[in-house]
């Protein structure tokens, strides 16, 4: 046998296994994420290391994902920006912060008086909601994904009870985005505090309410140590975070590592909604076991329809301003009505069917 | 360069790449599937053709699962047998079709007044399902996975109104498995009937009553035309079907294939639930359109909670004659108890908050 010949079945036998290995080229991809978060913060935090963990097992190392927390790239709000420029492949955030630079960006985390987790998931994948998220984000650049759930958030921590509209005048709160205009027609004050400084400005009366996220992660907070009503929500009932990829980096992928991806951030979206089930039935227990004068409270039905009507009044107004706005809000408006139909005979019958007659 | 030097670097080049692919030994495993179901059943379908479509694309083919629905392997309620055995590597059926087998298995499914199904993901992911699952199947050389849910399912299609208690006495009613024995203590004769022949037994009041599913599987029966009641559920509030995988087959994987069938299988489950989600609420609205007669009701609160402590009365007997049956209803109970309090709070709070006070 020649040598050359020898050379020969030595690359026939190369890529004959290269072959059997398909897409596996070899190549290793080592991405870097952004997230808004700091370092090790619960939950959401969580949700992103499970995305790479799952990433990096699934393709036996090919592609690895390391995680930059905010104490690290120093911009929490810059995960936009990172990923648009290629800086970051990939990013962890929530999809309503980018409302400044495109307003339609907004809908797709979540919506006052809008739609459940399960509701807004079946949306997503079989509504609708990935394609008009598609839609808003091409024009950046940017693969958007849903990147974990919150579930209902709280409607948060009041230091007085709301017993009536009157009640929401001059109400100086830590409410924003959206939510905050809402409060604001109303004739309340909303405003937007860092984390840090919360506590400190409840306690001195720098704002009168708040809103965080839910037991899950309001209990590590302390606010239930200095306002005694924690209201249930309306403003945010489905918050999903988001996974940004940047387009060009995703095209580079082979087509397998591609779907190990996108299936990882899937699971990780979803694996985050039951994670946040967990801790908020962990956490609310542990509220009520230690702190049983915290009083959980609903606003008064009156108070829940003026919210509601000042939401609706307002969206109108934004649909009016801008056609992509219009067309996203009709398919979340047309498809909550639809599967909330379902859900009323569904989830809110059967919980209901726990209240006794006595 | 001698042939022998040539031949080294052909060795080193080949296992070179191998190594880079890692586990990607080229090996190609080719598995089949059993399922319960026949060929294109909906939704149900899906989920086993979603999980085997996210594993071949994420293992770039190196592991392929055939389909085989019951009309190939003529055996709907094999499908434990064909997985114990190995004859089929993997299956997707329902746990609670094993109970004859082992009666511990139902509770992986649902319960009757159990956990809704964000509730029982957290369960099953958080809070210690998935262990007892295992501890359960592993005697059998099982893998059992959560292999997607329906959502609550409705009580079933009525040919006359249910009042009182009284109704239920000496009532006909398809109700299979543990609900059935419920029915039973309260005088109710409950029966199970061929899916085939559901409908002519309806309409021939063979039966006075049955239940199947929910609006997303049921409007395929034409139960409507014959049935005016449509009852909300307390049966099945969160039915799980089930991927099973043969121990040793899974086994025999590289450790990135095994990740990768089991986040697909996790993936297809959640996946389910969305579409069931969808699918709901596009039929309910179908039903509600095209045959507006049929009444949609809540069976009356002391009807439910007779059925209630029926069910608890009957868990308990079934508790008290087995430490592992303890074992797992305790932890259901416990944790129930736990994300119950938080789902009061969050989702029914929030669905409740859209009554007006008209």
Redesign the interface.
């Known amino acids: 046998?020649?040598?050359k010949h020898?050379?020969l079945?030595?690359?026939i036998?190369?890529f004959g296994?290269?072959a059997?290995?398909?897409?596996?080229d070899?190549k290793?991809y080592r991405w870097r994420l952004a997230e808004t978060w700091g370092p090790n913060f619960p939950i959401f935090g969580d949700a992103s290391k499970n995305m790479a963990k799952?990433v990096k097992?699934?393709?036996?190392?090919?592609l690895t994902i390391r995680i930059d927390s905010a104490n690290k790239h120093k911009s929490a709000l810059g995960i936009f920006d990172f990923v648009k420029s290629g800086q970051y492949q990939m990013g962890h955030s929530a999809s309503y912060y980018w409302k400044g630079k495109d307003f339609n960006t907004m809908f797709f985390t979540t919506v006052p008086?809008g739609m459940?987790?399960?509701?807004q998931?079946?949306w997503?994948?079989?509504?609708g909601g990935m394609e008009l998220m598609k839609e808003t984000y091409d024009k950046y650049g940017i693969l958007s994904f849903p990147g974990g759930n919150t579930?209902?958030q709280?409607g948060g921590w009041f230091r007085k009870e709301i017993n009536t509209v009157a009640d929401l005048k001059g109400l100086k709160m830590r409410i924003p985005g959206f939510a905050g205009e809402v409060l604001a027609k109303l004739g309340a004050s909303p405003t937007n505090i860092p984390s840090a400084e919360l506590y400190t400005a409840l306690e001195r009366n720098t704002i009168d309410a708040l809103e965080w996220v839910?037991?899950s992660l309001d209990l590590r907070m302390g606010f239930h140590k200095i306002a005694p009503y924690y209201y249930?929500?309306?403003q945010e009932?489905a918050t999903e975070l988001q996974f940004m990829v940047n387009q060009k980096a995703y095209d580079s992928l082979?087509?397998?590592l591609q779907?190990?991806l996108t299936?990882?951030m899937?699971?990780a979206a979803?694996?985050m909604?039951?994670?946040s089930?967990?801790?908020?039935?962990?956490n609310?227990?542990a509220l009520?076991t230690e702190y049983p004068d915290v009083k959980?409270r609903?606003?008064p039905?009156?108070v829940?329809?003026a919210i509601r009507e000042a939401n609706d009044e307002l969206l109108a107004e934004f649909a009016a301003k801008d056609e992509e706005t219009d067309k996203i809000l009709k398919s979340i408006q047309r498809?909550q009505e639809?599967?909330?139909?379902?859900?009323?005979?569904?989830?809110?019958?059967?919980?209901?069917?726990?209240?006794?007659?006595e």
Do not use: C
């Open positions: 046998m020649k040598a020898i050379l079945t030595a690359i036998l190369t296994l290269s059997t290995a398909g897409a596996a070899g290793k799952m097992e699934m393709s036996d190392g090919r008086f459940t987790a399960p509701e998931y079946a997503f994948y079989y509504g579930g209902v709280m839910g037991p249930t929500g309306w009932p082979p087509a397998d779907k190990i299936i990882a899937k699971t979803y694996d909604y039951s994670q089930t967990h801790e908020n039935g962990v609310l227990k009520q959980i609903t606003f039905q009156p829940m329809n498809y639809q599967v909330r139909a379902w859900t009323k005979f569904a989830d809110q019958a059967y919980l209901e069917s726990f209240e006794s007659n």
